[in-house]
Each structure stands twice: as C-alpha cells, then as structure tokens.
C-alpha cells in the first residue's frame, strides 16, 4: 500500500508531462538523424547542472526530501523541467536554419 500511496502522489505530474516528453523522443530522434550527437549531449549535461541539480538542491534546502512524502515529486518535476529544457535545446537545433 504505500508504494500505491507514492505512486498515486506523482501521478498527475507524470500524466502532464507526457505531452512535453513525446516531443521531446521525436525532436532526439531528428537530430539523432542529423548526426548531432555532441550537441545532444552537450544539452544533457547542461541541463543536469543548469536545471535537474540545482532543483534537486533546492528541494533539499527546503526539505522536501526529510518531511513528507514530496521527495519522489521533487524527483519527477525535476525530472521534467530537464525534459522541458531539452525540448527547447532540441526545437532550437531542428529548426534554426542552417
């Protein structure tokens, strides 16, 4: 039951970002065409340092992770502000012309 319980606090969230996490599989999958694997790579590390960690610092600083059952949701939106990052990095890359 308490994995439910969990599971059932990041539903919603889950459910809303898949709109954003389909887009962004679908722009990987063009730029993985085009052969710009050091670009989608470069995009990843700086959205670890420049989104995922700093939320994931600040979920700690305001103690998410030590009181209640927020630290699996801080863990996803994270998660999805990384992935809103990479849509924008990857529509960038796919529609700026050449």
């Keep these: 039951p308490i ?37 989608v790579a470069r995009l990843m590390v700086a959205g670890l340092f420049v989104v995922f960690l700093p939320l994931l610092a600040l979920f700690q600083a305001k103690g998410y992770f030590t009181h209640g059952d927020k630290g699996l949701l801080c863990i996803w939106g994270a998660k999805a502000a990384m992935n809103a990052w990479r849509l924008v990095g990857l529509a960038r890359a796919v529609h700026s012309v050449a």
């Design 3 to 39: 994995v439910i319980d969990h599971l059932m606090s990041v539903w919603l969230l889950i459910c809303l970002v898949q709109p954003i996490n389909s887009l962004v599989f679908v722009y990987d999958g063009l730029v993985y065409a085009t052969q710009q694997y050091a670009y």
